[in-house]
């Protein structure tokens, strides 16, 4: 089974509202809504978040209701939250980040090594000198 998310109790195989928690999460949303961080709105209600971990809180589906889940959040209030959460964003000028790609992995497709002539009684460095004469082919 999956985590089961923040504001419900499994009761019987079935999810349901920890009703005290719910409140917890609504006054996240309430606060953030109203001009708080992420962090402050959670601090607020007494819970130790980072950043991420309130905004994946208050960004999950299931607080929406699902076929297990019942409803903690409407879609009003999520829909405002997102539309506050990129307005930020862009008043911050963290909107048009460009995300860096990352360089082209090499792909090794061959490796060669000539016969191995035993140069040391020890096996650890014997070892360590076999892999030292292993070259490698990269596909360009």
Same mark, same amino acid.
């Given at each position: 089974?999956?985590?089961?998310?923040?504001?419900?109790?499994?009761?019987?195989?079935? /999810?349901?509202?920890?009703? &005290?928690? %719910?409140? +917890? !999460?609504? #006054?996240?949303?309430?606060?953030?809504?109203?001009?708080?961080?992420?962090?402050a709105?959670?601090?607020?209600v007494?819970?130790?978040?980072?950043?991420?971990?309130?905004?994946?809180?208050?960004?999950?589906?299931?607080?929406?209701?699902?076929?297990?889940?019942? /409803?903690?959040?409407?879609? &009003?209030? %999520?829909? +405002? !939250?997102? #539309?506050?959460?990129?307005?930020?964003?862009?008043?911050?000028?963290?909107?048009?980040?460009?995300?860096?790609?990352?360089?082209?992995?090499?792909?090794?497709?061959?490796?060669?090594?000539?016969?191995?002539?035993?140069?040391?009684?020890?096996?650890?460095?014997? /070892?360590?000198?076999?892999?030292?004469?292993?070259?490698?082919?990269?596909?360009?």
């Amino acid at each position: 089974m999956r985590h089961t998310p923040y504001g419900y109790d499994i009761v019987d195989g079935k /999810a349901v509202v920890n009703e &005290e928690k %719910a409140e +917890q !999460i609504r #006054k996240i949303c309430e606060n953030y809504l109203g001009g708080m961080s992420f962090m402050a709105a959670a601090e607020y209600v007494g819970l130790s978040m980072s950043h991420c971990g309130v905004k994946r809180m208050i960004q999950n589906e299931r607080y929406l209701g699902d076929e297990f889940y019942p /409803a903690i959040l409407t879609r &009003e209030i %999520a829909d +405002q !939250i997102e #539309k506050e959460r990129m307005r930020r964003e862009k008043m911050l000028g963290r909107n048009d980040r460009v995300k860096k790609s990352l360089p082209e992995a090499k792909v090794y497709i061959g490796f060669t090594a000539l016969k191995i002539a035993l140069k040391y009684k020890d096996p650890i460095r014997q /070892a360590e000198y076999a892999y030292s004469q292993i070259r490698n082919e990269v596909s360009s």
